[in-house]
């Protein structure tokens, strides 16, 4: 919105019809989360009024076409229509050293996503293992050249990347993994900017297909406030080498589409939004090894509540995008394989189609570990989950 109003000064305000832009969106009425975007937008309207010497009298203003409050340029709404099928290439990059959790970027697998129909791939990468711990938080060369090198792969064979940071532990006061190193707690915001900052200088040359995820599921330490300022800070520094490249940013709390409230979006048009869903939790995330306690297996999926609680939180990031003006990406859903997999089956297909008819693009997590689509064992991929992501 205030894209927008910055584009409006005294001369072409006459044009807006402010009086009644104003009084429709001070209604009463309006949808409760769109209300405080609105009152936003009125008081710049009314400043605007105020500073160019009008009023907000209807009367005043000539009859003009309704003006639309769109925060995303059109560039990022055709990028999220052209994204298409979206694979995770995660615990590759995200683990403390590549290999570690099991599974490397192998080219084979780029061959495979795309074969398959895939046409985004999500990278997730723990830069903050392979950058130095004090000032100017210089990235090993030679990790940065293994990402741009799989970069540099994806984009030649016509996929869409999203390159984000993952797993900073301790940005959000989380124990650290084996294998990882503490900085001094007072220069994690400022090293999480240094990094994006060589990052975007390093790939700001890249395809338009190539998105920046500032940071997975920002969540603990990091909370609302102290999100948002670091996210605009960031923002800062990589638009000085990357003037329009489509930045994702998701709320807190994991990237919930209910934080999304939560969320303020820089003053910039080339953002899109990200959420992760992975509700009913008790079914996707049942026997992780990681969620304590932990959750009991033998849950089925997918009962009319559960097919409910997924419509519900879908179309909750979809309102949150009609409301705002930018779209939304479905950046993470899965269900671990300790559950059985005709309900995995079910449950992928469900979430697909319901974002699908949202307009949300999505991404699955993952492609070849314990949510995997493909088996790096045999080398091929499990085709019931395989067609619930790409077939009917
Ligand atoms: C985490 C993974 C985890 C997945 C599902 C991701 O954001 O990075 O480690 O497996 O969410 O819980």
Sequence with gaps: ???MLSNIDCVTLPHFNASTLIQNMAKPTAPKSQRSLRTALVAGLLSLLA????SEDAKNDPVTPPVVV???AAKVWDLSRAMGPGINFGNML???NEGEWGLSAKPEYIQAAWNAGFRTVRLPVRWSNHASAQFPYIIDPAFLARVTSLVDQLLARGFHVVLNMHHYRQLDDDLPDVGEFLVDPAILEDRFVGIWSQIGHHLGSRSDR???ELYNEPHGRLTPAKWNSLADTTLKQVRISNKERVVIIG???SNSPYALSTLTMPLDPYLM???HFYEPFNFTHQGATWVTPALPTGVTCCSPEQASAIFNGIHHAKYWSDANGYPVLLGEFGAYSAADMASRVNYTRLVRQTAAQANMPWVYWEFGSAFGVYDPVTNAFRPELLNALVGN
């Design 1 to 3: 919105m205030y894209i």
């Design 94 to 96: 995200e683990s403390p």
């Design 251 to 253: 709320p807190t709390d």
């Design 273 to 275: 939004a990200t959420v």
């Design 51 to 54: 500073a160019c010497g009008g």
């Design 70 to 72: 769109t925060q995303a």
């Design 210 to 212: 190539l998105l920046f």
